[in-house]
Every structure is written in C-alpha cells, then in structure tokens.
C-alpha cells in the first residue's frame, strides 16, 4: 500500500472544500473525504496485519523515501509502525466525528454560511498536519508537519470560537511555538551531533536511532526536545494553554485539540525523544515521573473546583494526559504500550466528552453545571452517551480508559524501587478524585429535576451527531472489551523503542 | 567584442533600453493615457524579467572590474522580478499619478545601480554603483510631491545615506591604504587582520549596516519607510535590501575571508540584536508601513543567521530566502498599498474586520505574514530554517556552544515576532470594527501580482530543486 495515500487524500479533500460552493457542498465535500480517510485508515491496518503475519519483522512498513534538499540532507521520508497506525486510526476517527459535529457549523457564529469553507477547510488542514506527523520518519518533515498544525488551531478558536476566544487563541498559539521552538533547537542539535558513513549528518529518524548519540550531547537536547513536544502533550508546568484553548474552541477544534493535537506531543516525546536519546531518557526519568504526576494530580484537584463543563473536560485532559507522559517516563514496555493505549484511549474519550457538551450547549445554551439538570429526560441519547463517556473517563471496566490506565499502571509495577512504587500509587490515587468530579457533573447535568421548563422543548441528538457520538463509543468499546488487538498493534513499537533502551543498560 | 559586452552586460543593457524608451516616451508627447503606458510599461519589466533567463554568460569586463556568472544573473533577476512585482502593485497608485515615466525612469537607474554593484569585482565599482542605486532613491521617496511627509522622509533617506556611504568610503580608503588594492581576489590575498584593516572593516560594515538598517544603524528605516509611497517603501524594504545583502554576502565571504573571525563574532551580536530589537519595536506598531518596516529590520536579524554559516550553506540560504522574501514581503506591501491607494487607510486599528468585506485579501495579507513568520505550508519557513541550520553549522570558527546559542535565541524570537504578526490576523479575522474598510477592487495588474506572490510562498517550499539550484551555483 502506498503511504502518500494517507497524506494525500486529506490534502486533496481540503483542497476540494475550497472550490465549493455553500455550506451543502462543504459538507457533503468533507463528509465524503472524511470517510474515505476512515476506510484508508482501517485498510492501513489491515496491510499491517498482513505484512506482520506474513513475516516481516522490519520496524517500519510502507517505506517511502524522496530527497527533498539533497545538500541539507533533508528526506521526505515516511513510514509507519504499529504505534503510528494507531495513531493515524485515530487521526481518522476524529476527522470524521468532527466533521459530522459541526455539520451546520458551530451555532452561536452569525455568517456561519458564509464562512463555512474556510471553517471546514482549517479543519481538515488540521487533519492534514496530524497525518503527515505521524508517518514521518525524517525529523525535518516531522517538524514540518507538527508546525503546519499551529496555525489553523489559532484561527479555528479565534475566530469560530465562544468566551475569550482571542486570548486563548494567542495563548495557544504561542506557547505551542514556543515548544516548537525549543524542538527545533533539539533537532538541530541531534542533526549537527549525526555522523553518517560519508561524514554528513542525517535528520533520518532510521539512521540516527542506529547511532549512538553521545550522551553529553544527549542530555543537553533531551530537556529541549521533551519539553518542547511536552508542550504539546500538557506537560506540568506548561499546560496552561489547555483549560483556555479547549474552553474557547469551537466543538469541533476543541475534539481536534483534545483528541490530535495534544497526542502530536505524547507522540513526539516517544519516536524522537526517548526513542533517539535513550541515555537520557533513563537519566531524566524521574523527572518526567514526577512532572507527570503532579500533572495528573493538579489536573484532577483543579477539575473539582470548576463549574463548566468544557473546563471540566480541558483540566481533567491535563490529567489524562499526564498518564500518558508517566508511561512514558517509566520505560518499561508494558508502560510505553500503556501510554499508546492511553493517548488513543483519551483522544476518542475527549473528543467524544466535547461532542456531548457541544450537542448540550448548542441546545441549552449554557455549558454551567448549575443551570443544567434532567437532560436524561428530554435528550436521552445524548445524556446515555454522556454517561458512557463520563465512565470511561473514571476508568470503569469494559471502556478503554481502564484498560490504558491499568497497563501503565501494570508497567509501572515493573520496577522495583520504592520511588517508583510511590509515584505509581500517588498516580492512582487521582482515579478517586477523577470519580468525584466526573459523577457530580453527570449528577447535576444529567440526572435530577429538569433545570428549567424550556428545556422540556429541546430535541434530542440528529442523525449527524447520532452518528458520530456513535462511532467513537464504539471506538471506546472496542478497545475496553478487546484490548489485545490495540495491544498486539502497539507492542512491536514499543519494543522497538526498549531495544534502543535496554541496549543503553546493557552497555553500562 | 561587441558580442562580448552584449553578453555579459545583457541585464545591465535591458534596463538601460527600457530607461531610454521611457525617456523618448516623455520627450515625445505631453499628455498620455496613463492606463496604457502603465501596461505598456509592465510588458517591457515582464520582457526583461524574462530576458534574466536567457542567455546567461559568465566572464569579466573593463580589466576585472566588472564581472558576472550563473549566480549573479540569477540574483540581478530576483531583483528584477521584485521591480516588476512592484510595478504590477503600484498600477493604482500610478494611474492617477502624472509623472508616470519619471517614476520608472528613477526606479530603473537604482536598479541599473544594483546590477552594477552586484557585478563588481572591485570596491571603487562598488561604490559607484551604490551611488548610483541610493540618490534616486531619495527622489522616489518623495514622489508624493504634495505630502510632507515624504519629503521629510526623503531628506532623512539621503542624508543618512550620505552619511553610511561616507562611513563605507572612509573605510574603503583605510583599506587600499593598508593593502594597496581594491580587487576583491587581491585583498582577500592582502588582509592580514591588522588593527587598522579592523577599524576599517568596521567602518565597512557599520556603512552596510546603515544601508540594510541592522540594528544600531536603523533608526532611519521606519520613518522613511512610513513618509515614502508604498511602492518605495516595497522598493526599498525588498528589493535594495536584497541587492545590498546579496553584496554583503558575496563581499564577505570572498574579500573579506581572512578575516573571519573577526566578523563572525561582530555579526553574531548585530544579529541577535537586530533580531531582538527589531521584534521589540515591531511589537508596538500602530502604522502598518512602520510595523512593516520594524519586521522587516528583524528578518535582516535572521539573514545575518545566515551569513554567520560562512559555507556555501550560507550563502545559498541567504539567497534563497531572499527570494522568499520577495514574495512574501511584496505580498503583504501590496495589500498595503492597494489599500492605502484606494482609502488612504494605513493604521493597524483601521484593519480590523477588514475580513468582512476583503475576504481575498484578508487571505492574501495572512499567507504572507504567515510566511514572514516562518509557518508551514509557506515557504518562510523553509527560508528561516535553512538560515538557521546554516547559522548553527558553523563549528571550525567557535565553540559548539555557541552556535546553539545563537539558534535558541533565534528560535525565541520567531516566538516573539509570532506575536505581533498574530495581531495583525486579530486585527483582520476577529476584531469589530464600526467601520470595516469597504469592498476594495484590485485591477487586473495588482491581482496578477498577489498571483505571483502567493504562488511564489505556497509552492517554493516544496520545489527542494530551487535551493538545489542556488547551492551548486554558490558551490
């Protein structure tokens, strides 16, 4: 199978959304790309399987490479391993889900017709970014497409977006340049540390994973590189653009934020960061536990004290999210799985939680706790949903949130020192917490007396946001009652990236 | 021998026809339909832009003093195309102007000045052409004969040009004093990196300075950028400094080769505060020319990156992204100007909800801007990429160290100078406004130019040929 595929059906179903005409176009136009994506995706996987079955062992399948700028070595180089046909799995999901969500664009805009091709078109650019990141196997077309994914996020907030829509937007797009900044700084600084057979360097990811990177170097560009892609991920302390940013977004970018975005983070901490640098990655990792612990703890205290519902899910993403950098901090390959499982986990949970709230809003027009109550009555689907989702976020048995959770937590176990045995506590701990304030919110919001006499009026999901809160809790069901599939697609990455690791011990 | 000449003089001999067909157009007939001539006009740059291409010769001429390749005809040609981009933008501005041939006349002898002073083999030639590129310019700045402004623009613009070429000669002298020659190959043979080949050296670049206003030699740029017309503002900020980079590069990396050192560690501070009190500034703007112009000093900042690389990398990087800066750059002048041309509005604050009734344009404005911050899909961020790896790649001269250094601030900065391009974008996509400025209609001309423009920033990027191209010409 041909992997330009994936990176040129998106770009061509973007560049189609601008030659319509009318939002009826738009979204037939997007519909239609967004399916295509979604079977394109799920072929993938099955081209994965085959080639896995039939015997080949290589680390990356559907290799592709192009010189780009021969004299600065830079490659188009893409190619996928288990890790990333989840991710793009994923990328696909919410492609679709999105654009299903926001099928008469966001509600409260007034020239919402007008606007709607560029509305649409950001979106599936967005998309666009997120596909090529994770195929990438050159560092300069994976810094390429990380940044590509900035700007329409800033301009889907700020000018679709509700509430202090500019600050959030510019907050956003700052302090994800900015971690792309520091990234960039890393990359340079591995390409100028790469010595190939003819005495040039390489940002081929393939190449410089087989050279040892000395380990001074290593650890002077791993802080750049984990921090800037941390940025991304809601690494503790930099996560202050998530509550902001996912609270203004419109639904749409807001599961895009959520359910992408922040995943191109956790992503690049694993392929370039620990995968590349793995010396430093086994010195540094106590402090990634421990940021991400506090990350998930703060997260989840700071979740209890909020009474909108979009800031509800924003800071309990910052907790999530923090699982998976502590799965990636504790480098055993059950936890690096658990942290794949996880960020596939989460961007299907979140993205579905902002589809609920944004079907809610839209209707009631308030996204405050207080004002709401007794939705089951008069929108039981979207109320069953909110539930389904409500659960999988606290962790309960049978949805995805629990598996991910359990198998870092499981990875986690693996060490023996008491540091890490503390840190895995103090990280369980938060699901209490994270209890607490997922059943008050479906407490309030959901059971109880009807809030208000007018909303006894209000109509339950349409066809469109039937559809796609349909296929994402079938994404969050089929990873909770089979996970071994998501497991078996993720455990050859993984491995990969422990080989690079343990190899570092053996040599010490 | 005539073929000879004709030859390698072939772009410096285009503009000089077209400048005597424009002059015989003036002394031929009082008054002239200007729609027509300005078309006519626009033919003749196209037909040179596209002479640039063929035909190119290399060789030297007048005993080594002038001299041309591969390289410098591709450089004289992203000039010439900045020129005709220019033209193309200015068309309603110069419509209802009256001295249409005099404008072009000036314009073409700076241009004509460039190209002699890329083709130097030799300072004195150098400085002739300078001279020959900045004293029109003056006249050009002031070409709104009725607006103060301009004038006072253009007196700031010759008297501290005057001053920088003073600066520049003063060193010059030094120099030939100390090494008895102004042949670029004879000094580089000559420097030894005596203490008064330093002074003047600094002399030298404190002049080049002036000229492509790197911080402290600056203070001119925004007040002649905001008093000129926007087509001289355009001018200036693209396409003499582009030619006065092109030089500088080419100047330092063969005369003054010896002497690395000494420049690297002057060019490392210049650039990091170009960079950051370019962005500094930039980040208080109300005028969009001024803001232009601010953002503008700061992308010589990055330049300087660059050049720093003292590698074929380097240069080529500097070229490359001078290319692309061209279209970048022209494509956000030229919504300026078409704006300015038609409402007479120049403030940030009058851009607000400009989106509303500009939807084309509001596009245009922000691919540009975003390519002047080095976003993907445009080509900005290849540019100010290659600039940086070249800048980073240099470790024979400093410590390792240091090169990162440079790079983390640089990186920083493009933070910074994110922001203020942002605001821009605010401004135009979400801001109210009670009064949006109104439907603008752009001419057949102005719209091929934005065409070319955001063509140039959407594809160069991924056309990986280009650069290649550059490299084996610098190479």
Known sequence: MNLNLVLLIPLLTAAAVLFCKGLKQVRIVSFTGAVIQLILSFVLLYGYWQE????????????????????????????????????????????????????????????????????????????????????????????????????????????????????????????????????????????????????????DILQIAQMHIPVAVQKLFFPFVFIGFGIFGALFPFHTWVPDGHSSAPTAASMFLAGISMKLGGYGCLRVATYLMPDAAQQYSWIIIVLSCIAILYGAFATMMQTDLKYINAYSSVSHCGFVLLGIGMLTKTAITGAV????????????????????????????????????????????????????????????????????????????????????????????????????????????????????????????????????????????????WLDRLVGPGADAIMKNITNVVIAK | MWNEYLQLMKAELMVTIILFILLFLKLGKKERETVPLLHFINILLLLNFISGFLYNAEGTLFGDMFHTS?????????????????????????????????????????????????????????YLGLELSTIPLAALANFDLDKKISSEAAMKLIISSAFSSGLLLFGISMLYGTTGTLNYHELSQQLSGSPLQILSFVMFVAGFGFKFSAIPFHLWTADVYEGSPVAVTSYLSVVSK????????????????????????????ISVITMTIGNLFALRQQNMKRFLAFSSISQVGFILIGITGQSPEGSASVIYFVLIYVFSNLGAFGVVSLVSAVTARENIDDYKSFYKNNRALSWILAISLFSLAGIPPTAGFFGKFFLLLAGAGTSHISGEQVNYLLITVAALNMVISLYYYLRIIRAMFMDGNDHPIDKVKASLLPNISFIICIGGVLLIGFAGGIYEYIYSLVK
Not at chain 1, 79 to 84: E, F, P
Not at chain 1, 378 to 399: D, H, K, N, Q, R
Not at chain 1, 427 to 446: D, F, P, Q
């Open chain 2, 242 to 269: 582009g030619a006065i980079l092109f030089v500088f590069v080419s100047v330092l990396y063969q005369a003054f080769q010896n002497i690395a050192g000494v420049w690297y560690n002057l060019l490392f501070i």
């Open chain 1, 341 to 484: 499982m996880q960020m596939v986990s989460h961007g299907l949970m979140t993205a579905l939680f902002f589809a609920c709230i944004g079907m809610i809003y839209d209707r009631t027009h308030t996204r405050q706790m207080a004002r709401l109550g007794g939705l089951l009555k008069v929108m039981p689907f979207i109320s069953t949903v909110f539930v389904i989702v409500a659960l999988c976020s606290l962790g309960l048995p049978g949805l995805s949130g629990f598996v991910a959770e359990v198998t870092i937590f499981m990875g986690s176990w693996e060490h023996s020192g008491a540091f890490y045995k503390i840190t895995t506590i103090i990280a369980c701990a938060s699901i209490v917490v994270t209890a607490v304030y997922i059943l008050r919110a479906v407490g309030k919001a959901i059971m109880g007396p009807l809030a208000s006499k007018e909303f006894s009026l209000l109509h339950d999901a349409d066809w469109n946001e039937k559809l796609a809160a349909g296929l994402l809790t079938i994404g969050i069901i089929a990873i909770g009652i089979a996970p071994f």
């Open chain 1, 52 to 203: 896995r079955s039939s015997g080949n062992n290589d680390a990356f399948l559907f290799e592709y490479n192009y010189v780009w700028y021969a004299p600065l070595h830079i490659n188009y180089h893409i190619g996928v391993d288990g890790i990333s046909v989840a991710m793009i799995l994923l990328t696909a999901f919410i492609v679709l889900t999105g654009v299903l969500v926001s099928w008469k664009m966001p509600a409260h805009t007034t020239e919402g017709e007008k606007q709607s091709k560029e509305f649409f078109f950001l979106l599936l650019f967005l998309g666009v970014g997120a596909y090529g990141f994770f195929i990438s196997l050159d560092l300069f077309t994976l810094f390429f497409f990380l940044e590509l994914a900035v700007i329409p996020k800033y301009l889907l907030i700020g000018i679709w977006g509700s509430g202090k829509k500019e600050y959030s937007a510019m907050k956003l797009a700052l302090m994800l340049m900015g971690g792309s900044a520091l990234v960039f700084v890393g990359l340079a600084g591995l390409f100028f540390n790469t010595h190939t057979g003819d005495g040039s360097h390489t940002f």
């Open chain 2, 70 to 126: 591969k390289l410098l005809s591709l450089e004289k040609n992203i000039l010439n195309l900045g020129t005709l981009i220019i033209s193309l933008q200015s068309f309603q501005w110069l419509k209802t102007h009256k001295h249409i041939p005099e404008f072009y006349m000036l314009l073409l002898a700076t241009l004509l000045g460039m190209f002699f002073m890329l083709s130097s083999n030799n300072l004195l030639m150098f």
